[in-house]
C-alpha cells in the first residue's frame, strides 16, 4: 500500500495548468455565488460538495446552463438511498444537450466525432450533420411509433451510426440499450429480452483484427427472439443488402429535419446498461436523462477538464458504460473520437497511432492496454507525435505502479496521469481524475466532488490508511432509478444496500490515505474483470456446461501483483470424460462462439468438483480468496458450505501455483 509518509508526487500541475483548469474557474464562482469555500484547494471544494449537496447540484446545473424545460421545485426531494429524487417536478432533454454546440454557428461546421478504424484514417462528422442525422432519425422513429419509454436496441460496433441512434432516441424519450457485436446470440437476449426493444439497429458484421467477421445469422437470431420487435434497422457495415422487413439506415437519416427534443421529466429513463451477470441474468440498470446529464456534464467538464478544443478519445465498444461515458463528451463541446477495431492492430502500439492521428487531448484505455504495452516495449513518444495528450486515463482495474512509470517515462515526464474508478452502476467515477491535484504512483488523486466516498470496516467504521470496502454515503444523480423488472425494487436493494443499510456498498477494496489520495485493490466480489470489460460467470457457465463431457464448472478472476489478471476454469467432468487438448479446444471455441474471445480463460483445470453453499449457491468468492493465498478458516464460513475438503483443492492450488 502507498504510503503516507512518502508523499512525492510522479507529477504536479504547474500554475498555469491549475489557473486554467475548469475546476478553479468553477470553484471562484461557486464560492462569489453559493457560498463554496474559496481557500483550501481541492479538498475543500470536495467537503463543501459532499457536506451541502444541493447546493453544489444547484450550482453544478447554473454552471452548466442546464436547460430545464420546465423549472425544478428542489434539489433533492428524498436524499435517502435507494430512492433519493432528484431536481423534482423539472423537465430537460439529455440529446438537446448533447447537441448544443451544433448551433453556435462558428463551430457547427466543425468535427463533432472523428470515425477511425483500424485503416487508422480519421473521418469527421460536423456538429451540423450529426444534428442534422439525428433530427432525421428522430421523426422516422416518432413514425415508426417509438413514444417515451420505448426501448431502442442497438448491436453494434463503435461507430457514429451508434452515436446518431443513442441520440435520436434519446430525443424522443426512448430507452437505448446497446451490445457490441462480438457478442453471441444468447449474451445478447439474456440482455435484451428483459427490456423488450420495439426497434434494433444493427450492422451485417463488424472488422476486428484485419478481418471481417459476418454476424447476418446472428441478426436473424435476435430477430427471432424478440417479439416485441416493430422495425429493424440495418447498417451494412460489410456491404450488403438489407435482409427481408428491415429499414435502410441512409433512408431513415437522409432528411434535412430539425430536431424535436421531447422534455421529459429529469429522473426519466435514458439508458440501460447491463451487470455481468455473476449470478444469472445481467441486472439491466436504468439510468435517468437528468441524473446522467448533470453527473457527467459534472465528470467531463470538470475532473476531465474537456470543452470546446478538446479531444476525447477512449478506447471502449458498445457493450461497455465507457462508451455512455464517450458518448456524454458531446455535453462539453468536444469533439470524441470513436474508434471501430482490435486494441492491437496492426501492432501493440495501435491506440497511440489513433490518439497521434486524431489530436486527442484526452486519451482513455484499460490499464490492462497499459501493462501489455510496457510488456511489448512499445515507445509511444518515440513513434508519435502525442504533444496534443495532456491526460492519459486508465480505468477498468487499478493501474500498477509500473503502469504509472512506464507512462511517464515512455509518453511524457509533464504527463497528467489519472487512474479512475468508478462502475456500470453509476456510468461515472467514485474516484479519480483532478487536474489541480499531483500525481502519486499508484494512486486514485481523490474522490470526486459531489461523491462522499468512504472505506468502512464490516461494522461501518470510517477507515484511514486502512483496506476497508467502498463505500458512498450520498446518493449520486446518476445512481440507478431502479434495475428493470424488479418492481418492489428487492433486486436494487439487495445489490447495493445490504450489508450498510441506506449506504450504497459498491464490492471494491479500497484505502484512502491520509493525503487525500485513493487505491483501489481490485474487487471484493466475483465479479470478472477482463480487458477493462467486467463480465458475469453465468454466462460462462451456461455455455461451458452445454459440452456432455462438462459436469459442472468454475471461473474466477484474481489481478496479479504485476497488473496481469489471472482468469482460470475449473472443470468437473462427467464420469469417463478426459480434459485433454481436444477438449480444451472445444470448451474455448463454445465460449468464443457463444460469448466473445476476452471470455477465454487462461487456464483450464479439472477439479474434483465445485463448491456450494448450503443452499446450493456455487462459491466464487471464498475460492477468489483460497487463490489469493487466503487460509482457508479466513477464506469462508466453514459451516456455510457442503463440501468443506472440496475447498483444500483449490488452496494447494494457490500453494503451488509459481
Same mark, same amino acid.
Given at each position: 500500500?502507498?504510503?503516507?509518509?512518502?508523499?512525492?508526487?510522479?507529477?504536479?500541475?504547474?500554475?498555469?495548468?491549475?489557473?486554467?483548469?475548469?475546476?478553479?474557474?468553477? &470553484?471562484?464562482?461557486?464560492?462569489?455565488?453559493?457560498?463554496?469555500?474559496?481557500?483550501?484547494?481541492?479538498?475543500?471544494?470536495?467537503?463543501?460538495?459532499?457536506?451541502?449537496?444541493?447546493?453544489?447540484?444547484?450550482?453544478?446545473?447554473?454552471?452548466?446552463?442546464?436547460?430545464?424545460?420546465?423549472?425544478?421545485?428542489?434539489?433533492?426531494?428524498?436524499?435517502?438511498?435507494?430512492?433519493?429524487?432528484?431536481?423534482?417536478?423539472?423537465?430537460?432533454?439529455?440529446?438537446?444537450?448533447?447537441? =448544443?454546440?451544433?448551433?453556435?454557428?462558428?463551430?457547427?461546421?466543425?468535427?463533432?466525432?472523428?470515425?477511425?478504424?483500424?485503416?487508422?484514417?480519421?473521418?469527421?462528422?460536423?456538429? #451540423?450533420?450529426?444534428?442534422?442525422?439525428?433530427?432525421?432519425?428522430? #421523426?422516422?422513429?416518432?413514425?415508426?411509433?417509438?413514444?417515451?419509454?420505448?426501448?431502442?436496441?442497438?448491436?453494434?460496433?463503435?461507430?457514429?451510426?451508434?452515436?446518431?441512434?443513442?441520440?435520436?432516441?434519446?430525443?424522443?424519450?426512448?430507452?437505448?440499450?446497446?451490445?457490441?457485436?462480438?457478442?453471441?446470440?444468447?449474451?445478447?437476449?439474456?440482455?435484451?429480452?428483459?427490456?423488450?426493444?420495439?426497434?434494433?439497429?444493427?450492422?451485417?458484421?463488424?472488422?476486428?483484427?484485419?478481418?471481417?467477421?459476418?454476424?447476418?445469422?446472428?441478426?436473424?437470431?435476435?430477430?427471432?427472439?424478440?417479439?416485441?420487435?416493430?422495425?429493424?434497422?440495418?447498417?451494412?457495415?460489410?456491404?450488403?443488402?438489407?435482409?427481408?422487413?428491415?429499414?435502410?439506415?441512409?433512408?431513415?437519416?437522409?432528411?434535412?429535419?430539425?430536431?424535436?427534443?421531447?422534455?421529459?421529466?429529469?429522473?426519466?429513463?435514458?439508458?440501460?446498461?447491463?451487470?455481468?451477470?455473476?449470478?444469472?441474468?445481467?441486472?439491466?440498470?436504468?439510468?435517468? &436523462?437528468?441524473?446522467?446529464?448533470?453527473?457527467?456534464?459534472?465528470?467531463?467538464?470538470?475532473?476531465?477538464?474537456?470543452?470546446?478544443?478538446?479531444?476525447?478519445?477512449?478506447?471502449?465498444?458498445?457493450?461497455?458504460?465507457?462508451?455512455?461515458?464517450?458518448?456524454?463528451?458531446?455535453?462539453?463541446?468536444?469533439?470524441?473520437?470513436?474508434?471501430?477495431?482490435?486494441?492491437?492492430?496492426?501492432?501493440?502500439?495501435?491506440?497511440?497511432?489513433?490518439?497521434?492521428?486524431?489530436?486527442?487531448?484526452?486519451?482513455?484505455?484499460?490499464?490492462?492496454?497499459?501493462?501489455?504495452?510496457?510488456?511489448?516495449?512499445?515507445?509511444?513518444?518515440?513513434?508519435?507525435?502525442?504533444?496534443?495528450?495532456?491526460?492519459?486515463?486508465?480505468?477498468?482495474?487499478?493501474?500498477?505502479?509500473?503502469?504509472?512509470?512506464?507512462?511517464?517515462?515512455?509518453?511524457?515526464?509533464?504527463?497528467?496521469?489519472?487512474?479512475?474508478?468508478?462502475?456500470?452502476?453509476?456510468?461515472?467515477?467514485?474516484?479519480?481524475?483532478?487536474?489541480?491535484?499531483?500525481?502519486?504512483?499508484?494512486?486514485?488523486?481523490?474522490?470526486?466532488?459531489?461523491?462522499?466516498?468512504?472505506?468502512?470496516?464490516?461494522?461501518?467504521?470510517?477507515?484511514?490508511?486502512?483496506?476497508?470496502?467502498?463505500?458512498?454515503?450520498?446518493?449520486?444523480?446518476?445512481?440507478?432509478? =431502479?434495475?428493470?423488472?424488479?418492481?418492489?425494487?428487492?433486486?436494487?436493494?439487495?445489490?447495493?444496500?445490504?450489508?450498510?443499510?441506506?449506504?450504497?456498498?459498491?464490492?471494491?477494496?479500497?484505502?484512502?490515505?491520509?493525503?487525500?489520495?485513493?487505491?483501489?485493490?481490485?474487487?471484493?466480489?466475483?465479479?470478472?474483470?477482463? &480487458?477493462?470489460?467486467?463480465?458475469?460467470?453465468?454466462?460462462?457457465?451456461?455455455?461451458?456446461?452445454?459440452?456432455?463431457?462438462?459436469?459442472?464448472?468454475?471461473?474466477?478472476?484474481?489481478?496479479?501483483?504485476?497488473?496481469?489478471?489471472?482468469?482460470?476454469?475449473?472443470?468437473?467432468?462427467?464420469?469417463?470424460?478426459?480434459?485433454?487438448?481436444?477438449?480444451?479446444?472445444?470448451?474455448? &471455441?463454445?465460449?468464443?462462439?457463444?460469448?466473445?474471445?476476452?471470455?477465454?480463460?487462461?487456464?483450464?483445470?479439472?477439479?474434483?468438483?465445485?463448491?456450494?453453499?448450503?443452499?446450493?449457491?456455487?462459491?466464487?468468492?471464498?475460492?477468489?480468496?483460497?487463490?489469493?493465498?487466503?487460509?482457508?478458516?479466513?477464506?469462508?464460513?466453514?459451516?456455510?458450505?457442503?463440501?468443506?475438503?472440496?475447498?483444500?483443492?483449490?488452496?494447494?492450488?494457490?500453494?503451488?501455483?509459481?
Amino acid at each position: 500500500m502507498p504510503s503516507a509518509a512518502n508523499p512525492t508526487p510522479l507529477w504536479k500541475p504547474d500554475k498555469e495548468f491549475v489557473a486554467e483548469a475548469q475546476i478553479t474557474r468553477f &470553484q471562484a464562482w461557486a464560492s462569489e455565488h453559493y457560498g463554496a469555500p474559496a481557500d483550501g484547494g481541492y479538498e475543500a471544494l470536495h467537503r463543501w460538495s459532499v457536506t451541502e449537496l444541493d447546493t453544489f447540484w444547484k450550482a453544478v446545473a447554473d454552471w452548466f446552463d442546464i436547460r430545464f424545460t420546465t423549472p425544478y421545485a428542489r434539489v433533492l426531494g428524498n436524499r435517502s438511498m435507494p430512492g433519493a429524487e432528484w431536481f423534482p417536478g423539472a423537465t430537460v432533454n439529455y440529446a438537446e444537450h448533447a447537441l =448544443r454546440t451544433a448551433t453556435d454557428p462558428e463551430r457547427a461546421d466543425t468535427p463533432a466525432i472523428l470515425h477511425v478504424d483500424e485503416t487508422h484514417e480519421p473521418r469527421p462528422v460536423t456538429w #451540423a450533420e450529426l444534428r442534422r442525422q439525428v433530427g432525421s432519425l428522430a #421523426a422516422e422513429l416518432r413514425a415508426i411509433g417509438v413514444r417515451p419509454g420505448d426501448r431502442v436496441s442497438g448491436y453494434l460496433p463503435n461507430i457514429p451510426e451508434a452515436v446518431v441512434a443513442l441520440l435520436a432516441t434519446a430525443a424522443v424519450g426512448g430507452v437505448w440499450t446497446s451490445c457490441a457485436p462480438d457478442f453471441g446470440a444468447r449474451s445478447v437476449l439474456d440482455r435484451f429480452q428483459q427490456v423488450e426493444p420495439v426497434v434494433l439497429f444493427t450492422v451485417d458484421g463488424y472488422r476486428y483484427g484485419g478481418k471481417e467477421h459476418d454476424r447476418r445469422d446472428t441478426v436473424g437470431e435476435l430477430r427471432a427472439e424478440l417479439p416485441t420487435l416493430r422495425a429493424v434497422v440495418h447498417i451494412p457495415l460489410l456491404g450488403t443488402d438489407a435482409p427481408d422487413g428491415a429499414l435502410e439506415w441512409s433512408e431513415l437519416t437522409s432528411a434535412d429535419t430539425e430536431p424535436v427534443f421531447e422534455a421529459v421529466p429529469f429522473d426519466h429513463p435514458l439508458w440501460v446498461l447491463y451487470s455481468s451477470g455473476t449470478t444469472g441474468l445481467p441486472k439491466a440498470i436504468v439510468q435517468s &436523462q437528468g441524473g446522467i446529464l448533470i453527473e457527467h456534464l459534472k465528470q467531463l467538464g470538470l475532473h476531465c477538464d474537456l470543452g470546446p478544443g478538446d479531444r476525447f478519445f477512449w478506447y471502449t465498444s458498445t457493450g461497455w458504460m465507457m462508451w455512455n461515458f464517450l458518448a456524454s463528451g458531446l455535453l462539453t463541446g468536444t469533439a470524441i473520437v470513436v474508434y471501430d477495431g482490435s486494441p492491437g492492430y496492426p501492432d501493440t502500439g495501435a491506440q497511440w497511432a489513433v490518439a497521434e492521428r486524431t489530436g486527442a487531448t484526452l486519451f482513455g484505455t484499460s490499464a490492462a492496454y497499459v501493462m501489455a504495452c510496457r510488456k511489448a516495449g512499445v515507445h509511444p513518444s518515440r513513434d508519435h507525435d502525442l504533444s496534443r495528450v495532456k491526460c492519459v486515463a486508465t480505468t477498468g482495474s487499478p493501474l500498477p505502479p509500473d503502469g504509472f512509470r512506464w507512462l511517464h517515462d515512455e509518453v511524457r515526464e509533464d504527463l497528467w496521469i489519472a487512474s479512475v474508478s468508478g462502475g456500470t452502476d453509476v456510468c461515472s467515477c467514485f474516484a479519480g481524475a483532478v487536474p489541480t491535484l499531483p500525481v502519486h504512483i499508484g494512486e486514485l488523486q481523490a474522490p470526486c466532488l459531489g461523491t462522499d466516498l468512504q472505506s468502512w470496516d464490516p461494522q461501518g467504521k470510517p477507515l484511514i490508511d486502512e483496506v476497508g470496502e467502498l463505500v458512498v454515503t450520498n446518493p449520486m444523480p446518476s445512481m440507478p432509478i =431502479r434495475f428493470w423488472n424488479d418492481p418492489d425494487g428487492s433486486r436494487y436493494h439487495d445489490s447495493y444496500f445490504d450489508t450498510y443499510p441506506g449506504v450504497w456498498r459498491h464490492g471494491d477494496w479500497i484505502t484512502l490515505t491520509s493525503r487525500g489520495s485513493v487505491v483501489i485493490h481490485g474487487r471484493s466480489d466475483s465479479t470478472l474483470n477482463r &480487458q477493462g470489460v467486467r463480465m458475469g460467470s453465468a454466462d460462462i457457465y451456461e455455455a461451458v456446461e452445454r459440452l456432455p463431457e462438462i459436469r459442472e464448472s468454475l471461473v474466477i478472476g484474481l489481478e496479479q501483483p504485476d497488473g496481469g489478471y489471472w482468469m482460470p476454469l475449473f472443470v468437473h467432468l462427467a464420469p469417463g470424460a478426459v480434459l485433454d487438448d481436444e477438449l480444451r479446444a472445444r470448451i474455448k &471455441q463454445t465460449i468464443r462462439e457463444h460469448l466473445s474471445p476476452r471470455h477465454i480463460p487462461d487456464d483450464i483445470i479439472e477439479a474434483p468438483g465445485v463448491p456450494h453453499t448450503l443452499t446450493g449457491k456455487r462459491i466464487e468468492v471464498p475460492v477468489k480468496r483460497l487463490l489469493q493465498g487466503t487460509p482457508l478458516e479466513k477464506a469462508v464460513n466453514l459451516g456455510s458450505v457442503d463440501n468443506v475438503e472440496l475447498l483444500r483443492f483449490y488452496e494447494d492450488i494457490a500453494r503451488n501455483r509459481p
